[in-house]
DNA sequence: TCCATGCGCGGCC
DNA sequence: GGCCGCGCAGTGG
């Protein structure tokens, strides 16, 4: 059994600010602290988070190309090693497969608050593909779209 | 520059 | 299922 929660948490909606990840974790809506995914390969994604850490990701009011997990270089962010099929990745396949919302979360700039963590709703996991990324190594690019509510 | 911290997962019972 | 320990990570003080 698990208390992972998809769709909107408590009364947390579209364009809510949070300054920081930790107060996204006490708030439940994005509960790791410094993982861009939350979720499990058995559930699915249940948010995420966009930071501007990887630079195959295409963020547009349509849609949303979410450069998969791992092969990067701890302390310059590059692309160092193809990505590999983890545990995180695939948990993109399994809500691909369910259909399950998942909330995107977005690292912006705020002009009275500076850096700030907005809510940008939920969306659905449409596809997946695993290619060469712009470092020439292979990751994995999961495209998401906004749901109708 | 260092490292805490929450969580996913596997091992074991 | 529950407990434990390991290692990771789209931070951030």
Not at 10 to 21: A, I, M
Not at 50 to 64: G, V
Not at 100 to 119: A, F, H, M, S
Request: charge should be positive.
């Amino acid at each position: 059994m698990t208390n992972r929660v998809f769709g909107h948490v408590s009364h947390y909606r579209p364009g809510d600010l949070f300054s920081s990840r930790a107060e996204l974790s006490v708030a439940r809506v994005h509960a790791p602290l410094r993982s861009g995914v939350s979720g499990t390969q058995a559930e699915g994604v249940d948010s995420l988070v966009l930071a501007d850490q990887y630079e195959d990701d295409l963020f547009t009011e349509e849609l949303i190309w979410y450069t998969g997990h791992g092969g990067r270089d701890a302390k310059t962010g590059k692309q160092v090693t193809d990505q590999l099929l983890t545990c995180r990745n695939a948990a993109f396949l399994t809500s691909r497969e369910s259909g399950q919302p998942v909330r995107v979360l977005q690292k912006v700039t705020d002009e009275v608050r500076g850096q700030v963590y907005r809510y940008e709703g939920l969306y659905t996991v449409l596809d997946s593909r695993y290619e060469q990324g712009k470092s020439g190594f292979m990751v994995w690019k999961f495209l998401l779209k906004p749901r109708k509510s």
